[in-house]
């Protein structure tokens, strides 16, 4: 069994920085892709950032720079810097990785956390 548990979320005034953290436990081979995906009431879930394990990053175009997603892998832990962060950030943040199971890790499963509200008055 694996566990994706996030912290970090929160409430912050517009301009302000979050840092969100998501450690992944359990029965695990390898940890391969890991993300970060956000979600708003009655909106589709969508892609924030993805980092692989070898650390190449993606960035949806609305992060225009203002996030950073990192990992650490001896900790199989991502991490998302969320700086200059507007009202239309507000959302359920959720982690997301692509596990291999032992013994081999021949086969691979994608898992999600359970969400961290981050919510950005204005």
């Known amino acids: 069994q694996v566990q994706l548990v996030e912290s970090g979320g929160g409430l912050v005034q517009a301009g302000g920085s979050l840092r969100l953290s998501c450690a992944a436990s359990?029965?695990?081979?390898?940890?391969?892709?890991m993300g970060w995906y956000r979600q708003t009431p009655g909106k589709q879930r969508e892609l924030v950032a993805t980092?692989?394990?070898?650390?190449?990053?993606n960035y949806e175009d609305f992060v225009n720079g203002r996030f950073n997603i990192s990992r650490d892998n001896a900790k199989n832990t991502v991490y998302l810097q969320m700086n200059s962060l507007k009202p239309e950030d507000t959302a359920v943040y959720y982690c997301?990785?692509?596990?291999?199971?032992?013994?081999?890790?021949?086969?691979?499963?994608?898992?999600w956390g359970r969400g961290t509200q981050v919510t950005v008055s204005s």
């Open positions: 997301y990785a692509l596990i291999t199971a032992p013994p081999w890790g021949q086969y691979q499963y994608q898992y």
């Open positions: 980092i692989a394990s070898g650390g190449t990053t």
């Open positions: 359990g029965s695990i081979f390898s940890v391969n892709l």
